[in-house]
C-alpha cells in the first residue's frame, strides 16, 4: 500500500491470544462440543449467574448508550472495596487501562521496568510510543524486586508488577512487594497488575491500593468473575491520575452490558469461592499427573501452570489436533513449556490424556 504509518510500526508484534474454540473448530473440521479452551485463564464455571440475570434484565436497553462514567458501578465497586468512588477508572478490559497508561506516560527517550516474564501487553504498549522496556531477568520464574528496583532511572516513567504473575503463576511475598513499594521513587508509577487477586487468601495479598499517590493497582472483571467476553477492568489509583488517564478514554469505553454484569458479580461471593476451590482441585490434578508423567511443571497459586513438556509450539499444535486448546510460550522466551489454565476435572483430565495421546 502507498500509506505512511508511523516507521517503527512494522517492528511492532502482534499480540498472540488464545485461539477462540470456532476458530479452531473451523480451520480443523472439529465439533466446537468436544473441543476444550484452556488458553486464557477463564472462569471454567462460567459467568455469576447474578451477573447472566443481571445481562438479561438490561437487553432490551442496549439501545441506549451506556453511563460514560459508571456511576452504579463505580458506587457499588468502591463500597465492596473500600475505597472513594473517585479513585476508580474503568476500562475495556483492564487492557485498555495499560494502554490508557500509554497515551499518559509514554514517549520515546523514555522507558518502562517490567520482569521479562511478565504480561506482554505492557511491552507491546511501551513499544506502540517507542519507549524503552527495560526487562528484569527472572528468579525462580518470579520478578526479582531488587534488581527492578535498581534497574529504574530518570527515564522511568512506569515499574509494572504482575501478582500474581501471568503466564508463570508466581506469587510474591506480600511484605517484599510493600518493601519494594516504598522503594519506588515518587516520579514513578508503581502498576500493580492483580488481574488474579481474587483467588488469593487475604493474608497473601499486599493490599497497596491507595497506600501512595505513584500506585496503580489494577483488577479486571475477566478471571474471577467469568465476564471476560463483556470487557470490563478496572484501577485504583490517586483522583489525579484517574483523571488522567480519564482525559484519553473513549466516551463510552464501558458497554451498559458489562457495567450492570460487573455490578451484579461483585456481591456474588459464592461463584468466586466455587471457582478457589474448583482451582485448588485442578492445580492438584495437573500437578500430580505432570509428577507422574516426570513432566517438570512451575509451581502455581492460580488458575493456570506452566508445564515443561519440551517443544512448546509443537505441543500446542499437536494438542489442537486433539482438540484441546492451551497456549505456547515461545513468545515469553519460554519455548520449552505450554500454560494450561485450570478446567473443570472433566476438561482437566480431557487435556490429560490429550497430552498423553501426544507424547505417545
Ligand atoms: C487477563 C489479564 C489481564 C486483564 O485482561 P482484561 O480482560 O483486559 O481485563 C491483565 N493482566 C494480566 C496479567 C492478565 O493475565
Redesign the pocket.
Known sequence: MMLKPKSHIQDLRIYEPGRPLEEVARELGLDVGTMVKLA??ENPLGPSPKAVAAMKASASDMHLYPDGGCHYLRQGLAQALGVPPETLVF??????I?ELLGHVFMEADTNIVMSEQ??I?YHLIAAGWRAETRFVPVVDHGHDLDAMAAAIDEKTRIVFV?NP???TGTLLDPDAVRAFATKVPDEVLLVL?E??IELLEPQQRPELQLKRDNILV?R????AYGL?GL???YGIGHPELVRCLEAFRQPFNVTAMGQHAALAAVTDTEHVEALCRVTRDGLAQLSAAAAARDIPVVPSCVNFILLETGRGRERFEALKQQGVIVRPMDGYGLPEHIRVSIGTAEENQRFIDALDHILA
Do not use: H, M, Q
Not at 476500562?91 to 485498555?96: D, H, K, Q
Not at 479486571?220 to 478471571?223: A, I
Open positions: 486464557s485463564n476500562g475495556c478490559g483492564s487492557n485498555e495499560i511478565a504480561f501487553i504482575a504473575n501471568n503466564p497488575d488481574a488474579y489494577l479486571t472483571f475477566s478471571k471476560a470487557r470490563v477492568g
